[in-house]
């Protein structure tokens, strides 16, 4: 596509629902990276990919989270029994080859999830 | 480990004067530093980069920034700002063999005054 697409562009779900976040990224990216970006909070890192496989998951905030990626292409971020803390905006970017420090992520317009 | 201070939460200017938005950055090696915009309700959007090449580096829009190691700054500036200039901005370092991971600094919200 021609940038980065999210859905659902916004999200409001009861605390305790499983909630699944998507994002497509631009064609032929082999980098996708997730951020989250909180009130007061600045953008938190997340996870990376590279193609398929997950190198760094250190952002993940609990067990509660968990992505995946298939094909090189989409990735779902998966939130399960959410709180209320969880309410940000989540946003995905992509790039060429990870690790080139380039630093030109292509950024989606975010998914605001806000949990009840 | 790689980390940025923006000095600032919130800046106030009016149209037409310069704009200095402040960034420090912490790192064990030359780092890679860039500076994104975020608009109300749209996504992030590379301002600049800096990658060991030239210190002064000028980006979209007349936005410029100087890399000064001996004070470990990245200020962004901008000799006259206009009211399309106002947003959120963030001053990032790239963490080296991490997959390009980006850290960001907490992000300096402009407004630009009629």
């Known amino acids: 596509g021609a940038g980065v697409s999210q859905s659902p562009s916004n999200k409001v779900t009861e605390k305790g629902k499983d909630v699944e976040l998507r994002c497509d990224p631009i064609s032929g990216h082999t980098a996708l990276y997730w951020y989250r970006q909180s009130l007061g909070q600045g953008l938190e890192f997340l996870i990376y990919f590279q193609g398929n496989s997950a190198p760094d998951k250190s952002g993940l905030p609990s067990d509660r989270f968990s992505a995946e990626r298939t094909g090189g292409s989409v990735s779902t971020l998966t939130i399960q029994r959410t709180q209320q803390e969880d309410s940000a905006v989540y946003l995905c970017?992509?790039?060429?080859?990870?690790?080139?420090?380039?630093?030109?992520?292509?950024f989606g317009e975010g998914s605001r999830l806000t949990v009840l | 480990a790689q980390s940025v201070t923006q000095l600032d939460s919130h800046v106030s200017v009016s149209e037409g004067t310069p704009v200095l938005l402040r960034c420090n950055y912490s790192s064990s090696y030359s780092p890679s530093l860039f500076w994104y915009v975020q608009h109300p309700n749209k996504g992030l959007q590379l301002l600049l980069k800096y990658t060991s090449a030239a210190t002064l580096v000028k980006g979209i829009n007349g936005f410029e920034a100087e890399f000064k190691k001996s004070e470990t700054s990245f200020h962004l500036t901008k000799p006259s700002a206009h009211m399309s200039d106002a947003a959120e901005y963030f001053c990032?370092?790239?963490?080296?063999?991490?997959?390009?991971?980006?850290?960001f600094g907490q992000g300096t919200e402009l407004s630009v005054k009629p």
């Open positions: 970017a992509s790039s060429l080859i990870a690790g080139m420090n380039t630093g030109e992520l292509f």
């Open positions: 990032v370092v790239s963490v080296r063999d991490q997959g390009g991971k980006l850290i």
